[in-house]
């Protein structure tokens, strides 16, 4: 209990003092894990949405493939990852390995499928004529998707959350694609992960409290835009 | 129609300091020649001597180094694939194997410090002050007292399992044998909270000592010698490799000024240095 | 009477089975056509195919003259005629939007936007709403809506799929009548897929009966009511008898009705000249060989019995009395009465057996 306490003292001590090695980490997570849901949102959306409005043969295929993906263990995406982009592998040309881009990616990666199962979900939730209604009032295909993605805000930005949460989160692959390097790829929980087995639970406490802050309030923001009523 | 201008301007304003989030993300993919990969051990990190060291070397030079902390047997492992460039390891029969087999070159000695056999102030086994290591543990042993051993294929873990066989003693298998499989630090953490017997490098104890609880028994004996040495990896074994970098790290490693700075780290924090800077001596010559 | 919509040998496939089967089908410009039939008779299917929202697997459409066969075509068609669903379908926004959501698509400046969509509201008497969160609505006030977003595009052609369905009847009556004033007003042709007789009769000029994805009768209201072509029709449309007359005047709760030169009396009360539909179900006409001098019943005709049908408990008498109607009978009382075809009856029912619509031709 004590040592919680004294986490919390050293968290609010960091905080304060504006202390820059930890504003850099924390910076650093907003940044690679917000490309990283920014990415999902776009690629998870669109394509969930055209899986929702298409039929094809075999699609309730790849809907079970993309639910499956959205329980994909994130330490297995790092370690396929990195198979793919060390030096012998045959993405390795690219020398993203041990860089906040493979973290970007080995994010997306995760966060995509949560995102595109949701929005899929979402889409199949609206009303089946709804979607005849609104071409029926002279919608080309491109404005109909558009409508239909904005009368679904409330689960796709549940989506986004979902997906923003899963990533800022992570750990595994993390470490394994960026490996933690100090002012470069190290993270809030790379660097909590690495002070725990240091011993120095009193910072390791303090970044976790950062992290917790951190996404809270993220989601504080996506939250008010998803609760907005449009009127009265 | 005011309501979806606003929720774009949103929009575009949360795209845009995304963009310039990314674009302002540190080191671009820097040329290849630029970036070092320096596979090391966890409690080479952990004791914060390449915090101090790494940003010298990347300002004389100019060099990104990408630290990977993992045990040393990963590191060779790495090392093999021609995953690193550098190696800076301290487990020495596994790094004959390795330069035997032409994985690496170079390997110059650049420091050591020691390990210490650390345990609660009870000392049920009654090792205090024993100066044979081996001893100890086969008094650890027949005690039958709580020994955490670290179980990862580190440098720690190698030279524990050198000094059991010494003893003659095979601890796995054995009730009061406990495997960990992590990190120096979060191991003492587990033989502070069960208070057990263990091996540890003086320097990790002394970072964490005031948490602990434990005492050091014994000490000093040339068994107990941790020896740290630079590796290049081979770049004939692998053309991608940054053989220009590992070498100049290397080099850095040894210099004068290194040196000096290894020598004192350390003392302002904990009263005696961390490690002792061992660059062109003879490895019989340690210690004394 | 140029035809706004013609198909010709339109077939529509779900899944390997055919929905829809039209060999000919002709809709005039500015007149309301009803289609009717049991469910999955493919009406809804039809409807989507006018809208230009299906593809039919084959067969040829015609719209204002000119044939529609490309995606183009179809998106040509669909900014020219407007459907409505039996669910309003609105968008989680305010009343206003939604109504001028078709103008948004076709990328209209906000001031032209303004005065339609306005004018719409007005048309369905709903302008006070403007501001309000479709979500918040009545089930009534959400049809309206969906209605005058419909309306407000002015199409050519408009299409209502059991539009009024999932409401109460007094919110159905007053929209019932509302749609009725406008589509007079405007000349909009319309082709409404309906379920209920009263709402045929009351905005139908023209129906069309429809089964399994097949046509199996045409032609006005009156036509398909009285003249059923097949049992199945007139089973569907309800084997009533159905006359068209005019209220003459009132007097102690029953109503003086002209039909043919005759006078129907019948339990009610609707202002003189009213034009009126009477109903009457075939059991509540008894029929007699002679004139009774003394019965309750109001209404006595002297009819020929033009034909006898006969069902399986009963008779079906098809009575001519200057009007038609139709009677049924128990065999045994048809046998004891000797009733034949070519008899001269006594065609007789209750005043309270008349049931009356209200017509407006």
């Known amino acids: ?232 | 129609m005011k309501m979806f201008k606003k929720s774009k301007i949103m929009v575009t304003l949360i795209i845009a300091a995304l963009f310039f989030a990314v674009g302002t993300a540190n080191v671009f993919a820097a040329p290849q020649q630029k970036n070092i990969i320096l596979a090391t051990t966890t409690s080479t990190q952990d004791s914060g001597l390449l915090d101090e060291l790494i940003p010298v070397f990347e300002k004389e030079t100019g060099y990104f180094v990408k630290t990977i902390a993992v045990g040393s047997g990963q590191a060779m492992t790495m090392g093999q694939k021609g995953e690193a460039d550098v190696l800076l390891v301290h487990s020495p029969d596994a790094e004959k194997k390795f330069i035997d087999a032409g994985y690496g070159v170079n390997r110059r000695l650049v420091m050591h410090n020691d390990f210490i056999v650390i345990g609660p102030g009870t000392d049920p086994a009654k090792i205090k002050g024993i100066k044979s290591s081996a001893e100890a543990l086969k008094l650890i042993a027949h005690a039958n007292a709580l020994f955490l051993s670290r179980s990862d294929k580190s440098g720690t873990h190698a030279k524990e399992m050198k000094l059991w066989k010494q003893a003659g003693i095979n601890p796995a298998g054995q009730k009061w044998y406990q495997e960990t499989g992590l990190g120096m630090g979060q191991t003492l953490s587990v033989a502070a909270e069960k208070k057990g017997y263990t091996l540890a490098d003086r320097g990790t104890y002394l970072a964490l000592k005031k948490n602990l609880g434990l005492d050091i028994l014994v000490e000093g004996d040339a068994a107990l010698l941790n020896i740290y040495h630079v590796i290049e990896v081979n770049s004939a074994k692998w053309p991608k490799v940054n053989a220009e970098g590992a070498k100049a790290f290397a080099d850095f490693l040894v210099s004068q000024g290194t040196q000096a700075i290894i020598k004192t780290f350390g003392v302002d924090k904990f009263g005696s240095p961390l490690f002792f800077p061992d660059a062109g001596k003879k490895i019989e010559d340690l210690g004394k | 009477m140029n035809n706004i919509l013609t198909l010709h040998d339109l077939i529509v496939r779900r899944g390997g089975t055919t929905v829809l089967d039209i060999r000919e089908m002709n809709v005039q410009a500015g007149g309301i056509l009803a289609l009717i039939g049991p469910n999955g008779a493919g009406k809804s299917t039809l409807l989507l195919t006018m809208a230009g929202l299906l593809k039919p697997d084959q067969g040829k459409l015609y719209y204002r003259g000119l044939p529609v066969e490309t995606s183009a075509g179809r998106f040509a068609m669909r900014r020219s005629v407007s459907i409505v669903f039996q669910e309003p379908l609105l968008l989680n926004t305010s009343v206003y939007k939604n109504v001028a959501l078709g103008f948004k698509f076709r990328r209209l400046g906000n001031n032209e936007i303004k005065k339609n969509v306005e004018e719409a509201l007005d048309y369905f008497g709903i302008s006070s709403l403007a501001g309000r969160s479709a979500k918040t609505l009545s089930g009534g006030e959400a049809k309206r809506v969906s209605l005058a977003r419909a309306f407000a595009l002015k199409p050519q052609l408009i299409l209502l799929d059991e539009a009024f369905n999932s409401l109460d009847p007094p919110t159905r009556e007053g929209l019932i009548d509302d749609l009725r004033h406008i589509l007079e007003e405007t000349k909009i042709t319309a082709v409404l897929a309906l379920h209920d007789r009263e709402e045929t009769l009351r905005l139908a000029q023209n129906v069309t009966v429809m089964a399994e994805g097949k046509i199996i009768q045409a032609g006005t209201t009156a036509q398909i009511f009285n003249r059923p072509e097949s049992g199945f029709i007139a089973n569907f449309v309800g084997t009533e008898t159905i006359l068209e007359g005019t209220v003459q005047g009132s007097k102690a709760g029953l109503v003086e009705i002209s039909v043919a030169g005759k006078t129907v009396e019948a339990v009610g009360d609707f202002p003189s000249g009213q034009n009126v539909y009477c109903c009457i179900r075939p059991e509540n006409i008894t029929v007699s060989p002679y004139r009774p001098e003394k019965t309750s019943a109001r209404n006595v005709f002297e009819a020929k019995i033009q034909k006898i049908g006969r069902q399986a408990f009963f008779y079906k008498i098809f009575l001519d009395c200057g009007f038609p109607m139709v009677a049924y009978i128990t065999v045994s009382s048809c046998e004891d009465l000797g009733l034949a075809e070519g008899s001269i009856v006594a065609a007789s029912f209750k005043a309270t057996g008349v049931h009356i619509i209200r017509r407006e031709s």
């Open chain 1, 1 to 232: 209990m004590e040592l919680i306490i004294q986490g919390i003292i050293k968290a609010f001590e960091l905080i304060i003092s504006f202390d820059p090695e930890v504003l850099g980490i924390t910076w650093l997570s907003l940044k690679i894990s917000g490309t990283a849901t920014f990415i999902s949102l776009f690629i998870g959306v669109s394509i969930g949405t055209a899986v929702a409005l298409n039929n094809f043969p075999g699609k309730r295929l790849v809907i079970s493939l993309i639910n499956t993906g959205m329980g994909l263990p994130p330490v297995v995406v790092g370690l396929f990852v990195t198979i793919m982009i060390w030096r012998s592998g045959p993405l390795g040309f690219l020398e993203i390995l041990y860089t906040p881009y493979a973290m970007i990616v080995a994010q997306a990666i995760i966060a995509t499928p949560i995102v595109m199962g949701i929005s899929l979900a979402a889409i199949q939730n609206l009303h089946p004529n709804l979607r005849l209604q609104i071409l029926a009032l002279g919608a080309s295909r491109l404005q109909m998707v558009w409508v239909l993605v904005k009368e679904s805000k409330l689960p796709l930005l549940a989506a986004v959350m979902a997906g923003f949460g899963g990533v800022i989160s992570e750990v595994g692959a993390s470490i394994m694609v960026g490996g933690n390097i100090k002012g470069y790829s190290r993270v809030l929980t790379t660097a909590t992960v690495m002070e725990t087995g240091r011993g120095n639970f009193d910072i390791a406490i303090a970044l976790g409290i950062i992290l917790l802050i951190l996404a809270f309030l993220i989601n504080l923001l996506l939250t008010q835009i998803q609760q907005r009523q449009p009127l009265r």
